[in-house]
């Protein structure tokens, strides 16, 4: 259900499983993480993920797996280590960026949390109501959104299932750009800007991200590279080029 792309730096993986609104069945977890890890070994510098154009982004996880729930306890268990192995595959990857345009719900917005920054466009709404459905979140995903929009906003989204959230996802920081009807190019520019960045120093800043955001102010391996990125070649030809330039 999922489509690669690649051109040059940039890869783009679509979401394409239109007769169910591009919800993701058991099997679609591990086929998100094989994707994603095929455009890094194919050279991709970053990734843009989102659905056909016009189309919605994700429904979420497909409720026609969860028959199996009730009669098969350990069919519970694979489906939540199957959705955190996906995702955790997903974050750990290039920089990637979720083009979110029409529906974004339940599961499809911790698709969209698990990528770096999320672009929306006119269309775009999101919904996590996991409570309508008698269900929780998993809380790896709960983590994610509360250190995007705060536990009030989060309590607010999952407590009270807010459902058709627009524009506001802006405000309250789910997503960092409600981009409207320029959000192909201005996705297509964030895209192109992290592709012209050293690849080691993308990954150690994302990861120093990380682990910002876990609450880590101090870490020994990112003091690590960054003083090995001091003394890196890509360092000497990027200020060579920098200089030559001013020059």
Known sequence: MFQLSIDGPVARLRLSRPERQNAIPLAGWAELGDRVEEAVAQGAAVLILGGVPGGPF?????????????RDPG????????????????GASIPSIAMVEGACYGAGVAVAMACDMRFAGTGATFAITPAKLG?????????????????????????????????????IGLIERFAGARLE???????????????????????????????????????????????????????????????
């Open 58 to 70: 994700c429904a979420g996880a497909d409720i026609a797996d969860f028959d199996a729930f009730e």
């Open 75 to 90: 069919a519970r268990t694979a489906f939540r280590l199957a959705i955190r192995s996906g995702l955790d595959r997903l």
């Open 135 to 171: 269900i929780s979140y998993p809380q790896e995903d709960v983590h994610r959104l509360v250190s995007l929009v705060g536990t009030g906003q989060a309590a607010r989204l999952l407590l009270g299932a807010v459902d058709g959230l627009g524009a506001e996802a802006e405000r």
């Open 185 to 247: 190019a201005e996705v297509a520019a964030a895209a192109i800007a992290i592709a012209a960045n050293d690849p080691a120093s993308l990954a150690t800043l994302k990861r120093g991200i990380a682990r910002a955001s876990e609450g880590i102010a101090h870490d020994e391996e990112q003091g690590r590279r960054f003083d090995d990125l001091l003394g890196s070649d890509a360092l000497r030809t990027r200020l060579e080029a920098h200089r030559n330039r001013r020059r």
